[in-house]
């Protein structure tokens, strides 16, 4: 999106417009601002009454579509690379393609039309084009590739419009988006999925096959993260992510980005489906001193990244308490220089599955009992890879891998998305689970703001989880 339009957008959420000037820099934003909250009690567990007219949509099915015609809103850094891949799923046909840059949606329809012979309409006529295309297209599904703070406006606004919406993470930015995006899927019956691909990685998919078949025992803790070293983003300087998340750095406190790694453990843990649910948070950030530093190495002294007030602290760590009392340590870092990872571990009374680099032990899993030593590398993981792999990823995880997307997760999740409506199947993800996993970061603000005090989760579901069965190891 635009960036000077995206930026006001997010000031706006903050509160730091008044009189609509923006103020020449975001300076003035205090650590732990704390965002608005709705009247469903957003920071308790009592919620209102679902209203009248609306259902649940955990495990709903929307009626089978035969070919599902979707619309592209943001084609630059991730959404080029969602169209090149849905432009040859079987079942789907790209219709439409919005941006506020001409160039990169004619890069996309270009592509689409060189690999299915039909060139999608593009909207490009400003930040609210996206509301023409949805008029005049009526697409069946909308994917959403823009900046954080345009998410939840632009997911209810398609669902309102009779499309199904998936959008990248997080799903919202407050806790009042995410309380209006689940309301709007609720009344309008429309899916809206969080497309966390993360857990659609083959590791990820093999660790929730094995949970399920009892590997590890009941399940204790898990471990979850977004370590990226991503400074380099900010040198561009209009165009791209580095143009509009340097702005949350300045304004908020938290763990901004939390669903990379908290997706999958949540799914391991059955979290929002019948077994648990998150209950409470605690979250302290580092000192914020990476960014600025960066920045006065690499850009002039009266630079706009050298006038900006950092305040999200360099590493955020959380702690979630489950209802079970199961405990998962959440952390975000994409500012210190050290490789990448996402811990991606799961404990149990038997074992444990653990990520970055790809390892396993336990009673077993251990050749000779031996699970004081990890099972890793290519040879020894080879024979749990054999009886564990999952059987989605042996269906179509070659393919995936030869289409690429972060190894092929994007290929496959996206491959699902189309299958399930067109199938007219439960998503693998649903609304619920999507805002459950995004609250981490307003409530982590929050709780930065006052000094690691507890947060507790709000229901989503209004109870429901309860009955809401666990995602099936699908084939």
Excluded at 208 to 237: P, T
Aim: overall charge neutral; some cysteine.
């Amino acid at each position: 999106m635009n960036t000077s339009s995206s930026r006001r957008r997010f000031l706006q959420q903050l509160g730091l417009l008044t009189g609509g000037i923006a103020t020449s820099s975001i300076a003035s934003a205090a650590p732990g601002l704390e965002h608005a909250t709705s009247a469903h009690s957003a920071n308790t567990n009592g919620v209102t009454p679902r209203p009248l007219g609306s259902i649940y949509m955990g495990g709903f099915k929307a009626p089978k579509l035969e070919k599902v015609r979707v619309a592209m809103i943001g084609v630059g850094e991730r959404g080029y690379p969602h169209t090149t891949q849905m432009a040859v799923i079987p079942g789907c046909e790209v219709v439409a393609i919005c941006d506020v840059y001409q160039d990169l949606a004619d890069k996309a329809a270009d592509y689409v039309q060189k690999k299915t012979g039909q060139k999608p309409a593009t909207y490009c006529n400003g930040e609210h084009d996206y509301l023409r295309m949805l008029k005049e297209v009526k697409p069946d599904a909308v994917i959403i590739s823009t900046p954080w703070e345009w998410h939840a406006p632009m997911c209810i606004d398609s669902m309102k419009n009779g499309a199904h919406a998936f959008v990248e993470v997080p799903m919202a930015i407050t806790m009042k988006e995410l309380w209006d995006v689940i309301d709007t899927s609720e009344k309008t019956q429309k899916h809206c999925m969080m497309m966390e691909n993360c857990n659609y990685g083959r590791e990820e998919l093999m660790f929730l096959n094995m949970v399920r078949q009892g590997v590890i025992g009941d399940l204790l803790h898990g471990e979850a993260a977004y370590i990226h070293e991503l400074r380099g983003q900010m040198k561009s300087e209009n165009r791209g992510c580095g143009s509009w998340r340097n702005y949350h750095y300045a304004g908020r406190d938290g763990n901004l980005y939390p669903t990379h790694g908290l997706g999958p453990v949540a799914q391991y843990m059955n979290i929002a489906r019948k077994d648990d649910t998150f209950n409470r948070i605690v979250a302290f950030g580092s000192p914020s001193m990476g960014r600025a530093a960066y920045a006065k190495k690499n850009f002039p002294a009266d630079h706009k990244w050298n006038k900006l007030n950092y305040i999200c602290g360099d590493i955020s760590t959380s702690i979630i308490k489950t209802n079970m009392g199961r405990t998962i340590m959440v952390q975000w870092d994409e500012t210190s220089p050290r490789p990448y990872s996402r811990h991606n571990l799961i404990q149990g009374t038997l074992g444990t599955l653990a990520g970055y680099p790809t390892r396993a032990a336990g009673e077993q899993i251990s050749p000779n009992g031996n699970y004081h030593s990890w099972l890793e590398g290519d040879a020894a993981l080879a024979p749990l890879y054999a009886k564990y792999d999952h059987p989605l990823y042996k269906r179509i995880g070659e393919l995936a891998v030869k289409m690429g997307g972060h190894g092929g997760m994007d290929f496959i999740m996206l491959s699902r998305m189309i299958e399930c409506l067109r199938n007219g199947e439960a998503l693998d993800q649903n609304v619920y689970e999507g805002a459950l996993w995004s609250a981490v970061g307003p409530l982590s603000e929050k709780s930065v703001a006052e000094d690691g005090m507890p947060q507790v989760f709000p229901d989503f579901t209004r109870g429901d989880w309860k009955t809401t069965e666990p995602l099936a190891i699908i084939s």
